[in-house]
C-alpha cells in the first residue's frame, strides 16, 4: 500500500529525471539511427566494385549525421547553462549542477574537433566507428552526473568498452596487441575499484556519496580500514586518467592506435575521469592528501623521465599525458577553491593543446598515396579509385611503415612550411608551461594553490612534490622541445615538400589561438570557472 502511495511521486521524477537528461537521450537516438543507416545502405554485396562505393557513401553520410546530431547535443547542453538549482535525478543516481554542464560541454566540443581532425586529414574508418565513438560520449557525460557508486561504476565500464573496441579498429596486429593489453589491464583496474565500492558500501550501507550517511559511516569506521577501500575505489578513477601506476597501457594504446582516436582519449577520460574523482573526494572525509601527492608525484616523474627516451612522436606525448595527469592531481591534493579552479582550468587548456598537437602530428605522419590510408588499413577511398590527402608529404625515398622516429617525420619540415612549425613549436612550449601560452598559467596556478595549501598546513609532504613538480618542469623541456629542434634545426630529406590545405590550416588555427589568447587573458577563464 505504501509503495503505491508513492507510485505517482516516482513516476513524476523519472520523467522529469528523463526530460533533464535530454542531450544523452539525443545521444542515444543518434547512437542507434547511425546503425541502422548503416544496415540500410549496406545491402548489395553481388557487384564489389559497387558495393564499395555504397561503403563510402554510407561512411560520409554517417559521418555528418553524427557530426550534425553533436552540434545539435552541443546546443543543447548549452542551454542547461541557465538551470536555476542542482538537479538529483533517479533516485540520486546522477545530479546535473553546473559542474556536470560544463564538463558534458566540453566532451561533446572535443569531440566535434575529433571528427574535424578524421574530415581534414581524410582518414577513413568503418562505419561502426561512429556509434562506438557516441556510446563512449554517453558513457562520458554519465560520468560527470555520476553520485552513486553503482552508476559511476557503470558510466566508467561503458567508457571502457568503448574504448577498447576504438583501439583495435584498425584491426592491425600492434592495435590488436595493444588492445590486448588495455582490456587486461582495464579490467583488472574495474575489478579493484568494484572491490572497494563493495567495502565502501558495507561500511556505510548506502551506495549515494552525496548522502551524510556515507561521509558520516566512513568517519565513524577505523581509518585504516576506510582509506585501504577510497584507494582501491580510486584506482578505477586513475586508470581513466592514465596516472600512475595504472598508466601502463597508455603508451602502447598511444602508439598503436589511430591518431585522431588517441587524440580523443587525451582529452575526454581526463575530463570526465577529474570530475569524478573530485566528487568523490568531496564526500569522503579521510585525509588523502599524503596518498594523492605521492601518486601525483609518481605519475610527474614517471612520466617525464621516460619521455626523455622516446624517439616516437606518439609514445613521447602519451608519456607527456601521463606526467600531465600527475599535475592536475595537484590539484586534487590542496582541495582547496583555487586548487578546484587550477584543476578546470588545466584541463581546458589541455583539450585545445592535446588536440591541437596530434592534429599537427598527424599531418607530418607520411602516407602512401593510393594504397594505405590509416595505419596499414586499406582506404575505402583508395579502394574506389579516391587517394586520400592529407599534408601533402612527396618525397621518392620516404619510408612507408608507421613506427616512424622524430628525426624521419619531423627533420626540415619546419623550414619547408614556417608557418606548421611556429604552430608546432607554440603547442610543444605550452606543454612545457613556457610563456607566452596558456600552458604557463595552468602550471602557474597549479603551483600557486599547492604553495598555498602548504603554507596553511606546513606539510612537508606539499613542499616535496613543490619540488618535485618544479624540477619535472624544467626536466621536460629536454624532451618537449625535441620536435621543434628537428622542425628548424635538421635539414629535410632531398627533393621533400610539405603543404597543408586550407581546412588543414584553419582547423590548426583554430585549436592553437586559445592557447594565446588565454595567455592574456587568462582571467577571463577563470573568472567563468569560479561561478562552478
Not at 577505523?222 to 577510497?230: F, G, W
Not at 623521465?305 to 590542496?334: C, D, E, M, P
Amino acid at each position: 500500500m505504501t509503495n503505491f502511495l508513492y507510485l505517482p511521486e516516482q513516476l513524476k521524477q523519472i520523467l522529469e529525471s528523463t526530460i533533464a537528461l535530454l542531450p544523452e537521450m539525443l545521444l542515444s537516438t543518434s547512437f542507434l539511427l547511425m546503425i541502422l543507416i548503416d544496415l540500410m545502405l549496406h545491402n548489395d554485396p553481388k557487384n564489389k566494385q559497387k558495393f564499395i562505393k555504397k561503403i563510402v557513401k554510407s561512411n560520409q553520410i554517417i559521418f555528418f549525421f553524427c557530426l550534425f546530431s553533436l552540434i545539435i547535443i552541443l546546443n543543447q547542453i548549452a542551454q542547461q547553462f541557465y538551470i536555476p538549482n542542482d538537479l538529483f535525478l533517479f533516485d540520486k543516481m546522477l545530479v546535473l549542477d553546473l559542474k556536470a554542464v560544463v564538463f558534458k560541454f566540453l566532451i561533446i566540443l572535443s569531440t566535434i574537433f575529433t571528427l574535424a581532425h578524421i574530415y581534414v586529414t581524410k582518414k577513413e574508418f568503418v562505419a561502426e566507428f561512429y556509434p562506438i565513438l557516441i556510446s563512449m560520449v554517453i558513457g562520458l557525460c554519465l560520468m560527470t552526473m555520476s553520485v552513486n557508486l553503482l552508476m559511476i561504476y557503470l558510466s566508467i565500464e561503458i567508457v571502457s568498452v568503448s574504448s577498447y573496441i576504438l583501439t583495435t579498429i584498425d584491426k592491425t596486429r600492434k592495435s590488436t596487441e595493444s588492445g590486448l593489453k588495455y582490456i587486461l589491464f582495464g579490467a583488472s583496474a574495474s575489478a579493484v575499484m568494484l572491490y572497494g565500492m563493495s567495502l565502501l558500501y558495507g561500511m556505510t550501507g548506502t551506495l549515494d556519496i552525496t548522502s551524510p550517511d556515507f561521509s558520516r559511516s566512513i568517519s565513524q569506521i577505523d581509518s585504516v580500514a576506510s582509506t585501504v577501500a577510497i584507494i582501491l575505489t580510486i584506482s578505477g578513477f586513475l586508470f581513466k586518467i592514465s596516472a600512475s601506476p595504472f598508466h601502463v597501457w597508455t603508451p602502447d594504446v598511444y602508439e598503436s592506435a589511430p591518431t585522431p582516436v588517441v587524440a580523443f582519449f587525451s582529452v575526454t577520460p581526463k575530463i570526465a575521469g577529474f570530475l569524478v574523482a573530485i566528487r568523490f573526494y568531496s564526500a569522503v572525509p579521510n585525509n588523502l592528501q599524503t596518498i594523492t601527492a605521492v601518486l601525483a608525484m609518481a605519475s610527474i616523474t614517471f612520466g617525464n623521465f621516460s619521455a626523455l627516451w622516446q624517439n616516437n612522436a606518439k609514445r613521447l606525448l602519451a608519456y607527456s599525458t601521463i606526467a600531465h595527469s600527475g599535475f592536475i592531481l595537484i590539484g586534487l591534493v590542496t582541495m582547496s577553491e583555487l586548487g578546484l579552479t587550477s584543476v578546470v582550468f588545466y584541463l581546458i587548456i589541455t583539450l585545445f593543446t592535446n588536440l591541437a598537437v596530434f592534429l599537427l602530428v598527424d599531418f607530418a605522419e607520411p602516407s602512401p598515396v593510393g594504397v594505405f590510408s590509416n595505419k596499414g588499413s586499406k582506404s575505402f577511398s583508395s579502394l574506389s579509385e579516391k587517394a586520400p590527402t592529407k599534408a601533402k608529404i612527396t618525397n621518392h625515398e620516404l619510408p612507408t611503415t608507421n613506427n616512424q622516429s622524430l628525426k624521419t617525420n619531423f627533420s626540415g619540415l619546419g623550414r619547408l612550411n614556417p608557418f606548421y612549425g611556429i604552430m608546432m613549436l607554440m603547442v610543444m612550449i605550452s606543454l612545457a608551461g613556457i610563456p607566452p601560452t596558456a600552458g604557463f598559467f595552468a602550471k602557474l596556478s597549479i603551483f600557486s594553490a599547492l604553495w598555498e595549501t602548504y603554507q596553511a598546513t606546513n606539510q612537508s609532504i606539499l613542499l616535496w612534490l613543490f619540488i618535485f613538480g618544479l624540477l619535472n618542469t624544467a626536466i621536460s623541456l629536454f624532451f618537449y622541445l625535441k620536435i621543434p629542434f628537428y622542425l628548424f634545426f635538421k635539414e629535410p630529406l632531398e627533393n621533400q615538400t610539405f603543404e597543408l590545405n586550407s581546412k588543414q590550416y584553419f582547423l590548426a588555427i583554430i585549436l592553437v589561438l586559445p592557447i594565446l589568447i588565454l595567455f592574456f587573458k587568462a582571467d577571463w577563464l577563470i573568472n567563468l570557472i569560479s561561478y562552478l
